[in-house]
């Protein structure tokens, strides 16, 4: 399978080494039929990594290549990636990226390489993830996409996305897994790398990026009245209508009031879990549920964890 990374300047050093050694460490495991022919290539011939290393690209290839990934960029805060996605080189390489996937490649992208995917327009009207705490940012640069950055990968046609950072080695692994399952295992377990399904485990509801000063003003509030939420009482405090409030939730962090309370009361629980030795009825009283089955449920649904796992983490 022949493998493109494409390469752009200030590329995220973490994510090119784990993409790279991935398939390296796959190739030593691999028989003749299954090993991946994997080439770093860029728009320009000179190009930097975020820390100021060379990286020795090679030539664009004349043909289409089966898979490209596309490392992050080392931006991390909205206005990095704006400055970014405006450089000549990206818009060269979105570009690219729309001409070989109309002749088949499969596009792959972690972390902030997905707005250089969804600037080429690859990701329009499909599922999409990416780094959890500029979920706000992708959302209002590209609303045709349905982003779902809870998960930690999601494939769609002809294109494949991945979170955070270290979601890097998830996507790497999607792609061994798409060639050889069996191969995929066994890089796996050198790695000692197992699947993440989601984002939520590592997500901390009020370090999403974004600039709107009602939602701030909520944010505030919610925080104060885990035990005793309602939708009335939170328009009230941050002088708003209701429905204002939603539309404005909605919009900025793709979510309800309610479901960013829960966020919320899943991170204290969370921090109580791992801090404490109070039990799940008490965890549940102090963030405003009867009893510990409702947060339990709820601790599955956003962590992927259950009770003794989260307990185990303070070990």
């Known amino acids: 399978m022949r493998v493109a990374v494409l390469v752009l300047g200030g590329v995220f050093d973490t994510g090119l080494a784990a993409t790279l050694d991935t398939f390296a460490l796959a190739n030593e495991h691999a028989a003749r039929s299954t090993r991946f022919d994997v080439s770093m290539v860029g728009v320009r011939r000179r190009v930097s990594t975020g820390q100021g290393l060379r990286v ?44 070989w996937r109309t002749e088949g490649t499969l596009v792959a992208a972690a972390c902030t390489a997905t707005f250089v995917v969804a600037s080429a327009g690859l990701l329009d009207g499909r599922r999409a993830t990416t780094s959890w705490w500029l979920a706000s940012a992708f959302r209002e640069r590209f609303a045709a996409v349905k982003l779902e950055e809870e998960q930690m990968l999601v494939r769609a046609p002809g294109v494949v996305t991945a979170g955070a950072a270290l979601a890097h080695l998830d996507l790497a692994m999607d792609v061994l897994r798409r060639r050889s399952p069996g191969l995929a295992r066994t890089a796996s377990r050198y790695l000692t790398f197992d699947r993440r399904p989601s984002q939520g485990a590592y997500s901390i509801p009020d370090h999403v990026d974004h600039s709107d000063p009602l939602v701030e003003r909520f944010e505030v509030w919610a925080r104060s009245n885990l035990g005793a939420f309602s939708l009335d009482a939170a328009a009230r405090a941050v002088g708003a209508s209701g429905r204002t409030l939603g539309r404005r939730e909605q919009r900025v962090l793709g979510k309800s009031p309610l479901s960013f309370v829960q966020d919320l009361r899943v991170e204290y629980a969370r921090h109580q879990l791992e801090t404490t030795d109070r039990s799940i009825d008490e965890i549940a009283t102090r963030v405003g549920y009867r009893d510990g089955a409702t947060l339990r449920a709820l601790l599955r649904e956003r962590t992927g964890r259950g009770l003794r796992e989260l307990r185990g983490r303070r070990d």
């Open 56 to 99: 020795p690209v090679a030539k664009l290839p004349r043909t289409a290549p089966e898979v490209v990934v596309v490392p992050a960029l080392s931006a991390k805060t909205p206005e990095g990636l704006d400055a970014a996605l405006d450089r000549c080189d990206v818009q060269e390489a979105a570009a690219l990226l729309r001409s």
